[in-house]
């Protein structure tokens, strides 16, 4: 869970500055730190949210300066988690606490931070640079965004939406895992990345599976036709029904579950729901700051926003256009923010960064091309499983989509995007 977003600071409703009195400073300074708030001389680099783009800002920060006093801000419990392994959790029979890898004291003597803990981020003054949290004021030096994304709604609403649940941070696998019952019905709206992973791992876990897409296959944005229907296969033979071109318009109480009713009328009767329709970066805090918002937190290339010292990263962060809700971009953008804190100008270079799908049904390893690319994708089928290329009119390599053991050879793949291909297949190694 991030900062609430609510709106920022105004410069103008400050009060205009006045010098204080001869000998008065240290006396002002040492009032306002007891009261909560941490101003200069010694303002700290202050990082809201402690997510994995919080973290690894951090981590790698501390990497090349021991010395500057860091603040993190969170407004959930400050414990160290991997978001993406909430997805694949559930067949590992691992509770929320055993998805914490580092609680939240280690975190904080380890990387030599102050971690305010349970904490809201009201406003951001980029004036005054401070931050306005429940219990006080602090000053910082460079200010990081790393707040994340939230579920987009699933506009179901009345008697039933109570058990309509998204699983965006720990707390939420938490809820959700509670509301599951043994070998009980999920109904999952939204066939993309993240509604897939679920829907092999509940399937795995002994739950029956409906998933309600809108799109003509699972990953349609991602992955072309033949693989994303290699995936539905693969996850129908574990017992996941689709519902493909389908959306819920309605939801009402049955017994003890619900029914969904889609756009054509069809009805899926299920347990609970679980909505995985996407997510969609947080700006409100930053845009109630001033700063210049699209789909994310725009930021140059050194991952610096609108205003002076304030940067972002992670979920929330819109480089170049593009928001990237992966782990990889994720972590050349820390690693780069990390180095222009430490006074380092360092812009973000992404390199080829595949993702890998975690469907074990029928493992994926995607590179999508870019948008507008042109070309298109020439598809082999193997007995290990389905190399889809995407070449562009000279054939050179600009995507992937690697099904089966032929996902193994993403980085032989990824090794010749950009160059000239002649041919799809490149034996997977034998098992």
């Known amino acids: 869970m991030q900062p609430a ?25 040492k009032d306002l730190t007891e009261s909560g708030q941490t101003l200069s001389p010694n303002r700290p680099i202050v990082i809201i949210g402690s997510g994995l783009a919080g973290y690894t800002v951090l981590r790698e920060f501390r990497k090349r300066d021991q010395a500057t006093p860091v603040t993190l801000i969170c407004a959930d419990d400050g414990h160290f988690y991997s978001k993406p392994n909430l997805s694949n959790a559930l067949a590992a029979g691992k509770g929320a606490e055993q998805l914490v890898n580092t609680p939240r004291e280690k975190m904080a003597s380890d990387l030599k931070a102050e971690i305010l803990a349970n904490t809201r981020v009201t406003a951001i003054d980029t004036v005054g640079k401070k931050v306005r949290r429940g219990d006080g004021e602090t ?41 599951l019952k043994p070998g009980g019905k999920v109904a999952i709206l939204g066939g993309g990345l993240i509604g897939s992973e679920f829907a092999n791992d509940l399937a795995a876990s002994g739950h029956k599976v409906e998933v309600v897409h809108l799109g003509p296959w699972p990953l349609e944005r991602l992955i072309p036709e033949q693989v994303g229907r290699a ?65 994310g ?55 080829v960064m595949p993702v890998v799908v975690k469907t074990p049904a029928l493992p994926l390893a995607v590179l999508p091309p ?10 082999e089928c193997f007995d290990d499983g389905i190399c889809a290329l995407h070449l562009d009119n000279g054939r050179l390599l600009q995507g992937f989509a690697l ?29």
């Open 370 to 379: 870019a948008p507008g690319a042109e070309g298109g994708w020439q598809v």
């Open 403 to 431: 099904a089966g053991r032929q996902a193994t050879q993403r980085a032989q793949y990824a090794a010749k995007v950009g160059q000239a291909v002649s041919q799809a297949r490149t034996p997977a190694p034998q098992a």
């Open 139 to 179: 000053g910082y030096s460079k200010l990081v965004l790393a707040l994340g994304a939230d579920a987009i709604p699933h506009g179901l609403t009345g008697p039933g939406s109570e058990k309509v649940f998204a699983v965006n941070d720990l707390q939420d696998y938490a809820t959700f895992r509670a509301a």
């Open 297 to 351: 937190i725009v930021v140059d290339k050194t991952l610096q926003a609108s205003a002076a010292d304030v940067y972002a990263a992670g979920d929330c962060a819109e480089v170049g256009g593009q928001v990237l809700p992966y782990v990889l971009p994720l972590m050349q953008q820390a690693r780069a923010l990390a180095a222009t804190l430490a006074g380092e100008t360092t812009e973000v270079r992404y390199p």
């Open 5 to 29: 977003l609510t709106p920022s600071l105004s410069p103008a409703s400050q009060p205009s500055p006045r010098p204080l009195p001869e000998g008065e400073g240290d006396k002002a300074e």
């Open 231 to 295: 995936l539905a296969d693969a996850l129908a033979e574990k017992g996941v029904a689709w519902h493909f071109g389908r959306t819920a318009k309605a939801i009402e109480p049955v017994g003890e579950g619900i029914g969904l009713t889609l756009d054509d009328g069809s009805r899926v009767e299920a347990d609970i729901v679980l909505s995985a329709i996407g997510l969609r970066s947080r700006t409100q805090l930053a845009a109630s700051a001033g700063l210049q918002v699209n789909r």
